[in-house]
């Protein structure tokens, strides 16, 4: 399914900010619907439905930019938005390193099923989604101890979007998601404990089934009960595959154009320099199939492809768009993302890190006493030195088992030391956009008891 109107609208944008005085622009216009249910305590709570068109354009004087958006898609309004645009950008500083692709750069086709965003199937009915929701719920609820399910959700949209630009670039693509959630509360009084359970596909019949999804949100709850603070002191630490990517996610920042250029990165000295043990490589890859992070082109039109950020260990590339490029006299690595009312910046689609041959158990057996954690909050990351705080909740490990649910505890070291000493585990699931396994980091300092 299409959206006929988007492509107009784009070109409608181009050609009034010509006519307003850029020197050059984009447009972007997304369409989109979205229908969410909430239920709690066998009622429902909450039904939602929204739909509607956006519109963005970006103006270039010169050596200046501006960008505007609109939800109204007339033709005044069309005009407005240019003429504003235009005199916003003349008032903007100048910044030499902004400006469209090179049209010889630009991609120049692709075939949609090789990317398969869009679940042909039609959208659901809010019915279909509350009946979700509400086995979620109930198969949370049959969960021994479970006292509560706080929310039970079940969600579908679809989003289309259109971008055109005055190098001679226009193309868009659909995107559909599909999601349910539960999220259970264990014990009672001061010594309750709550945990969650989601998923989310592309395609509606990959979904895994409800009642799966509240049943482990209720196990994942009652696992928690009776939690206190752990041992202090430096312990192995075990990163559940469940939060795993957010450590991976502390590399892909430091290596993001944007924080490089800003001088603000603890890997800006760290190109073609080890940062992960030697056989770990980070791959960022736009084009998996059916995966949410997937996209043929990025928000400047320059075509979609797989590339390693760490290979074999060693930092290979920062992740680009063309001004952050520019700015470090490098190419663009075709990692534009953009909003409707922002300029376009460096951004990953789909990240996968190297998988070990050891599962999940036998991390837990090498690691002997330590602490897993299944849970953060809260955070205290210096980008420029990497020095890591984390709140954390988990469970303690004693002769390679789990001995009993911890938290209000806090780990620390540094990411340059940290990643240097992960060894990954085999169960990264392999659907979601960041495919990255349990991760077991040695020596870290934990503060509890």
Known sequence: MTDDRLAPLTEALLRSARKAGADAADALAVSGAAISVDVRAGQLEQAERAEGIEIGLRVLVGQRQACVSASDISERTIGEMAERAVAMAREAPEDATIGLADPADLITGWEPAEYDLADPAPEPEAAALEADARQAEAAALAVKGVAQCQAASASYSRRMIHLAATNGFSGGYTRTSRATSAVAVAGEGLGMERDWAAESRVYQDDLPGAESIGALAGQRAVERLGARKPKTGAYPVLFDERIAAGLIGHLLG????????????????????????????????????????????????????????????????????????????????????????????????????????????????????????????????????????????????????????????????????????????????????????????????????
């Open 254 to 449: 430091a290596a993001n154009g944007l924080s490089v250029a800003r001088g603000a990165s603890w890997l800006r000295d760290k190109l073609g320099e080890q940062v992960l043990p030697k056989g770990l490589s980070v791959i960022d890859d736009p084009r998996r199939p059916r995966i949410s992070g997937s996209r043929p082109f990025d928000a400047e039109g320059l075509p979609a492809a797989p590339r390693a950020i760490v290979e074999d260990g060693i930092l290979t590339g920062w992740t680009l768009d063309l001004g952050t490029a520019r700015k470090l006299g490098m190419t663009s690595t075709a990692s534009a993302a953009r909003g409707i009312s922002s300029p376009p910046s460096p951004s990953n689609s789909n990240i996968s890190l190297s998988q070990g041959v050891l599962t999940r158990k036998d991390l837990l057996g090498q690691m002997g006493t330590g602490l897993l954690i299944t849970s953060m909050i809260g955070s205290s990351i210096n980008p420029t030195t990497g020095d890591y705080s984390r709140g954390a909740s988990g469970f303690w490990v004693e002769g390679g088992e789990i001995a009993y649910p911890v938290n209000e505890c806090t780990v620390a070291g540094n990411l340059r030391d940290m990643l240097m000493r992960i060894t990954p585990a085999n169960d990264a699931r392999p659907y979601l956009a960041h495919v990255v396994p349990s991760l077991l980091v040695e020596g870290l300092t934990l503060a509890g008891a």
